[in-house]
């Protein structure tokens, strides 16, 4: 018996790979902490072109410029449409994750 606590490590998985991974390289050598599963999500995709189980991305799109950027939080996703449509008075499409909501955010009408 030993009183050693148990190993926490979180784990994130991929079917389309069929592998499981710890986070102990996001938490340890990233020190990314609390942000350690979007990092490795936004990196998994990065290099597969595809997400891990259970995340689905906020993606804003530029309806006038090839500007599409994905985010796993809808604050960061607002804040970036927001921004691009008042600094080109362009449209940005807000495509909510894991529905077809979408929201169009406009540019200022000058």
């Known amino acids: 018996m030993t009183d050693d606590p148990p190993e926490m490590t979180p784990t994130v998985s991929c079917s389309r790979c069929g592998r ?23 990196d998994h995709h990065r290099h ?20 599409t950027d994905r985010f796993l939080g809808e604050r960061p996703a607002r804040r ?11 449209t940005v499409s807000l495509h909510y994750p894991e529905s077809d909501e979408v929201e169009q955010i406009d540019g200022p009408k000058n």
């Open 80 to 90: 970036f449409a927001t921004t691009h449509a008042r600094h080109t008075a362009h």
């Open 48 to 67: 597969t072109g595809h997400y891990p189980d259970g995340v689905s991305p906020w993606i804003a799109d530029c309806r006038r410029c090839p500007c």
């Open 20 to 42: 499981e991974w710890e986070l102990s390289y996001e938490l340890d050598d990233q020190r990314a902490g609390n942000r350690a599963l979007e990092q490795f999500a936004l």
